[in-house]
């Protein structure tokens, strides 16, 4: 069976149109393969716990010597992480917060950043463990970021996720990009529409 993974973490739940494209990639790679299943991680109602001192010693800790809530930590993060080694393809969702990620997202990406799961150090420096999935990345913006843009040194979102994927050992990473959305100078549909037109098959699941 292949597995899709597909995380958000837009508050703004279905009226968010990272949320929406970031549904319709999931739907339209689904749609390739028969037995395919979508697994929804959805950040902004079910967000992970930043990190904090209980997480910081149950992802070094011996088993038995964990406390109920650092053991409920990590079994958080391994099913997290478990979700993400699993899914054949990915589909990271979020806006553009403060010219970064949502914090959610964050928090996410900081559970899945797991020693000799994700990613191990050796003796030629760090591999990533992840690889061998290809990842969608949606990315939602009032401001234009992409194609030489004024504002592109602002953009810290688009080079950490690229960042972030390499070091786990995805390579075959592809952005989304919805920029100008909220602005009313083009409407929100049209740049929906316009984007996921990259995807084949996409742009069929937003035609309501």
């Known amino acids: 069976m292949s597995s899709i993974l597909l995380v958000t973490s ?17 739907e339209a790679l689904a749609r390739r393969t028969a037995d395919a299943r979508i697994v929804h991680r959805d950040l902004a109602a079910h967000p992970l716990p930043h990190i904090d001192q209980d997480f910081a010693v149950a992802v070094k800790a011996p088993a038995d010597q964990l406390t109920a809530d ?14 993400f080694l699993n899914a054949d393809a990915v589909v990271l969702a979020s806006g553009m917060i403060n010219f970064s990620i949502a914090s959610t997202l964050k928090s996410w990406i900081d559970h ?29 913006s009032a401001g234009t970021y992409t194609n030489g843009a004024a504002a592109a040194p602002m953009d810290f979102a688009r080079p950490y ?4 994927l390499g070091f786990f050992g995805v390579t075959d990473v592809e952005f989304i990009d919805l920029e100008g959305v909220g ?26």
Do not use: C, N, W
């Open 183 to 208: 602005l009313g100078i083009e409407p929100d549909e049209d740049i929906l529409a316009r984007a996921l037109g990259k995807v084949p098959g996409a742009e069929f699941a937003v035609a309501a």
């Open 112 to 140: 899945v950043a797991r020693a000799h799961k994700t990613f191990r150090y050796t003796a030629e420096g760090p591999e990533g463990l992840a690889g061998g999935k290809k990842v969608y990345v949606v990315i939602a």
């Open 10 to 26: 837009s508050p703004r739940g279905d009226a968010s149109v990272s949320t929406r494209a970031a549904s319709a990639i999931a």
């Open 161 to 164: 996720l690229k960042s972030m």
């Open 70 to 83: 650092q053991a409920a930590l990590l079994a958080a993060s391994d099913e997290a992480t478990d979700e």
